[in-house]
T-cell receptor, first 114, second 111 residues
Framework: DTGVSQNPRHKITKRGQNVTFRCDPI?????LYWYRQTLGQGPEFLTY????????KSRLLSDRFSAERPKGSFSTLEIQRTEQGDSAMYLC????????????FGQGTRLTVV | GESVGLHLPTLSVQEGDNSIINCAYS??????FIWYKQESGKGPQFIID?????DKRQGQRVTVLLNKTVKHLSLQIAATQPGDSAVYFC??????????FGAGTQVVVTP
């Protein structure tokens, strides 16, 4: 499968714990995005990488959230000291570098904070 | 059947009929728009896109119409099938590299 891959698919954690999600984009795609989606809502933009550079961060991305893409390939999203309000689907997408093109999404990681 | 997006978040359509899903976008600077389909428990799946220099674009069984004057986007699905049941999102790019999604419309196809 050469699509966007996200791991894990599901994560249940206790409040206060740290969690880390991984995204492997489509191999030739330079751009990588993280979105968060809560039930009944559209995806909300969190952050965006062009290769290894993090170019934009949403105000939704509090200081408990950090994203990295160290080698310009896979990316990780870490949430520290999780809160119940962090429960959501975290989606990763990637796109090519050729102007505005469609973003391909992974299946997401569903986080439940208990 | 026809939906006005946020005002009618669920669109019920009979199998074989045409569906029209509407979306009002917010940013006049957006120049690229995409329709995504999302099935339960899955990530959004690309359906069709359109750039601001176009008014209409057709794909397989789908047509997207763009009216920049009133900032309105619609998705038409011809001969709706049970597999079309999903939530449909329109997305716009208010700035380079970022997509902004609407709230979505649930399409339910009845036999």
């Amino acid at each position: 499968d050469t699509g966007v891959s996200q791991n894990p698919r599901h994560k249940i954690t206790k409040r206060g714990q740290n969690v880390t999600f991984r995204c492997d984009p489509i191999s030739e795609h330079n751009r990588l995005y993280w979105y968060r989606q809560t039930l009944g809502q559209g995806p909300e933009f969190l952050t965006y990488f062009q290769n290894e550079a993090q170019l934009e961060k949403s105000r939704l991305l509090s200081d408990r959230f950090s994203a990295e893409r160290p080698k310009g390939s896979f990316s990780t999203l870490e949430i520290q000291r999780t809160e119940q309000g962090d429960s959501a689907m975290y989606l990763c997408a990637s796109s090519s570098n050729m102007g505005d093109t469609e973003a391909f999404f992974g299946q997401g990681t569903r986080l439940t904070v208990v | 059947g026809e939906s006005v997006g946020l005002h009618l978040p669920t669109l019920s359509v009979q199998e074989g009929d045409n569906s029209i899903i509407n979306c009002a976008y917010s940013n006049s600077a957006s120049d690229y728009f995409i329709w995504y389909k999302q099935e339960s428990g899955k990530g959004p799946q690309f359906i069709i896109d359109i750039r601001s220099n176009m008014d209409k674009r057709q794909g397989q069984r789908v047509t997207v119409l763009l009216n920049k004057t009133v900032k309105h986007l619609s998705l038409q699905i011809a001969a709706t099938q049970p597999g079309d049941s999903a939530v449909y999102f329109c997305a716009e790019n208010p700035s380079w590299g970022k997509l902004q999604f609407g709230a979505g419309t649930q399409v339910v196809v009845t036999p």
